[in-house]
């Protein structure tokens, strides 16, 4: 029954991780301490190694992706690597933040990003791109399988920054860090949209390297566990981005709005009651 479970956790997780984004970790996360600590179908979940797990397993989601995308040329490796300047700290700091944080509190916080992430979503569609980064410093080209060429651009240290901070939220909450960069990258950076999703795995890969050292060091991941999500997050990773191109998107980011919404009420309920 456990292994089953955690089996399509992982599969959910690298579905909608890979199609939208978002790297799986609003799933995991938020499953694990349900069935774990909430339920004790899951035995020995905190939200540090809730945190700890999911990052490990974003591994395998933001590799497969990677490789995916890769595969369809829509993922801007120089960029890739330089949000990592900022990610991979972020991360980093992140893990030790979360070292302080008690269930009561990690519930409390991790809720309310959770509403923030649903608001980020309904809004991402709505905002207008912010041109005046087409004359930035750094620029980049992009042409599309049907020959349609775009042009982005950001200034590196901005860049660095918002990968720093978005890091940082990977750390803490074990979230991959995509569902806030893609919305940066498109609204304000000007990535066409498949290429910002498919950078944002490349960036959730190689943070959650980095993120998934400090929490092995801190002795913050089951590997059991983790040998059981896997399976299930490289391949729903495979569906997601196989998908991405065939799929229009909106109705799925509804209902996962939806998802984040209830989710976050629920962690918030939980940090107020405990």
């Not at 089996?7 to 579905?15: K, N, P, R, V, Y």
């Not at 400090?214 to 991941?221: F, T």
Request: hydrophobic share 55%; aromatic share 12%.
């Amino acid at each position: 029954m456990e292994w089953v479970l955690l089996l399509l956790i992982g599969l959910t997780a690298g579905s909608l991780g890979s199609l939208i984004g978002l790297g799986g970790g609003v799933i995991v996360v938020p499953a694990l301490l349900f069935f774990g600590s909430s339920l004790g179908w899951i035995a020995g979940i905190t939200p540090q190694t809730a945190v700890g797990i999911s990052l490990v397993v974003m591994i395998f989601t933001g590799l497969s992706s990677t490789l995916s995308y890769l595969k369809k040329n829509t993922v801007d490796i120089k960029s890739g690597l330089l949000f990592f300047i900022g990610s991979g700290p972020g991360t980093i700091v992140g893990s030790w933040v979360n070292q302080r944080l008690t269930l009561d509190s990690f519930h409390l916080s991790f809720g309310f990003f959770m509403i923030f992430l649903s608001l980020i979503l309904m809004v991402r569609n709505r905002i207008k791109p912010i041109k005046r980064f087409k004359t930035a410093s750094y620029q980049r080209h992009f042409t599309d399988p049907q020959g349609m060429e775009f042009q982005y651009g950001f200034p590196p240290l901005i860049g660095v920054l918002a990968a720093f901070t978005v890091g940082f939220g990977s750390g803490l909450f074990g979230i991959g860090g995509g569902s806030v960069m893609v919305p940066v990258m498109i609204i304000a950076f000007l990535f066409p949209p498949h290429v910002a999703v498919g950078t944002s795995m490349l960036m959730v890969f190689l943070s959650s390297i980095t993120g998934s050292a400090s929490h092995i060091i801190l002795g913050n991941v089951n590997w059991l566990y983790v040998l059981a999500l896997a399976p299930g997050a490289w391949f729903g990773a495979k569906l997601g981005a196989w998908l991405n191109h065939r799929l229009r998107s909106d109705k799925l980011v509804l209902v996962l709005r939806f998802i984040l919404v209830l989710i976050g009420i629920r962690s918030i309920m939980e940090g107020l009651l405990g």
